[in-house]
């Protein structure tokens, strides 16, 4: 059996941000949102971005998909580099890798029905006829588990988990390749995420589309990842299979990411945990701050954590 092809590659991306003031708007100032991530993916996989709010992982999935602007490195889709001012290449890179975003309500229009929602990107990249549109709006509701009468209806007439599926419906709209999820569970009841993340990996069952999942929840990033990157200030501090991640933990911000994790058994729960309480540091930098390269042991097939020059874990 042959290794699947990479879907996506990111070699070395930073995403930085200036400050400014004054009335002249003078940058005095940048945030290292992203600083040199590399990783891949490959097709029908799904890679979890885990870590706080603030690590990056956002803004890494805007940067991939052109809403944010890269400082540096590349990205390769299919083997051939994405170049967003390029419109007809950002056109049908849009087209192959589409994006779930966090709140559902927020995503969807409120003047535009399920019908108008989903139907909008199949018009826009004119896939079908008009007469056909129906049809496959039906079908995409069908493959969402909602019932194809809710097509005349408003975003407001739902709840968050079936908004939720609209959005993913809309995503399965242009048959995609990868599609970015952003904290796409995270606003939903534990019941009702537990349904969309079984949603999710049956479509990516169905379909070999790739995910890239953006996350908090380690819990939820066990259940549907099959590779798990760690992010802390705009950095991947330690990568590999899901196992090794969540059985070999070995970078210590992973093991504080997974101590914070719930326990279900009454019997561990005075367990001493050692929860993360510290303050991430900021990401400001001063204009003429070079930050130090970044180097990766390899401590088991496939599975990278930083380290710095004296092999300690940074």
Known sequence: ????????????????????????????ARVHAVEDISFEIKMGETLSLVGESGCGKTTTGRTIL????????????????????????RRNFCRAVQMIFQDPYASLNPRMT???????????????????????VVELLHHVNLNPEFANRYPHEFSGGQRQRISIARALALNPKLIICDEAVSALDVTIKAQVINLLMSLQEKFNFSYLFISHDMAVVERISHRVAVMYLGRIVEIGPRAEIFENPTHDYTKKL???????????????RTTATDEIPSAVRALNFIPSPINYEEVSPEHFVAVEKNKTYI
């Open 66 to 89: 052109g809403l944010e602007k890269l400082s540096a490195g590349n990205i390769f889709f299919e083997g051939k580099p994405v170049i967003h001012d390029n419109y007809e290449e």
């Open 114 to 136: 399920v019908l108008e929602t989903i139907s909008e990107p199949i018009k826009v990249h004119k896939l079908l006829p008009d007469k056909d549109i129906q049809n496959r």
């Open 1 to 28: 059996m042959t290794e699947p092809s990479n879907l996506l590659e990111v070699k070395n991306l930073s995403t930085r941000f200036d400050l400014t003031e004054g009335i002249l708007s003078q940058v005095y």
């Open 258 to 272: 997974l101590s914070a994790v719930p326990i279900a058994d009454p019997k561990l729960r005075r367990t001493e």
